[in-house]
């Protein structure tokens, strides 16, 4: 037996049953990391055949692997996301590392537009800079997206509302942090967007208005009423977009800067009230 043979035969060893079989109904529908889903799917399905075969085919389908797990991974962690709920880019790690520079411990720190809760969830896992629990709260106005939050954080800190309309009046004016992924995408752009975007997550998460901006401009403008002294808002937006955000900022009072990592295509404007 030749060692090319030998290293087939250990590597079929070492394949679930049914993987090659996986990877090419996967590969035929387009999935780009063919494999690598095979691997999750089989790793959540376990000897499962009918969950195997469910979760396979809604994939085959075009369902966000995501969405048929019923998790995404972000920032080191497994993120509860439902049907219909936006599913955590991986540049929305720059604003869960810029947030976790800036919070002192024990501050008090709002993820605005929730959606899942993948970035508050994040800093309640990971602390801030110093390693210190967080006071997290988030919220959302699409009661799929807080149901999911509530599995990745628990009920209490969670909250369904419009913006700012959903927080207690407890918070007013002692928000050390607010976090925030608006929707910003322009609306005739999400014609353009990939299918598991476009056609599985909610409008209400990406549609952002004519310009992409229409819920930045209300974050914005309310921020201060919640912000404690020396309080910050992050908003995630894209590189086109950051000028006008910064603008955004400027005109409500803010200090701005804007954050960028290129590896990741990410973009974050950060602002502290002058």
Request: charged residues 25%; glycine residues 10%; negative net charge.
């Amino acid at each position: 037996m030749s060692d090319s043979d030998s290293a087939r035969t250990d590597d079929d060893v070492r394949r679930p049953q049914g993987f090659d079989g996986i990877v090419a109904r996967l590969r035929a529908a387009g999935c780009v990391f063919a494999e690598d889903e095979a691997t999750l799917i089989l790793e959540a399905a376990g000897d499962d055949h009918g969950t195997r075969e469910r979760l396979v085919s809604a994939r085959v389908a075009g369902t966000p692997l995501e969405h048929a797990l019923g998790w995404a991974e972000f920032s080191g962690l497994r993120v509860t996301v439902g049907p219909g709920v936006f599913v955590p880019r991986r540049r929305t790690e720059l604003l869960v590392r810029s947030a976790r520079e800036l919070a002192r411990p024990g501050a008090v720190v709002l993820d605005l537009c929730c959606g899942s809760g993948a970035v508050a969830a994040a800093l309640a896992a990971g602390g801030g800079k110093e390693a210190e629990p967080l006071e997290v709260w988030a919220s959302d106005i699409d009661p799929n997206a807080v149901r999911s939050a509530r599995a990745n954080l628990g009920d209490e800190r969670v909250l369904e509302g419009d913006l700012y309309g959903a927080l207690p009046d407890t918070l007013r004016g002692r928000i050390d942090l607010i976090v925030v992924n608006a929707p910003y995408v322009p609306t005739e752009a999400i014609a353009t967007m990939p299918p598991e975007a476009r056609l599985y997550e909610a409008p209400i998460a990406l549609d952002g208005g004519d310009d992409g901006l229409d819920v930045q401009r209300r974050v914005i403008a309310e921020a201060s009423e919640w912000l404690a002294a020396g309080g910050r808002l992050l908003i995630e937006t894209s590189e086109l977009q950051a000028p006008e955000t910064t603008a955004l900022f400027e005109a409500a009072g803010f200090e701005a800067e804007t954050l960028r990592d290129d590896e990741i295509d990410a973009t974050v404007v950060s602002g502290v009230l002058r």
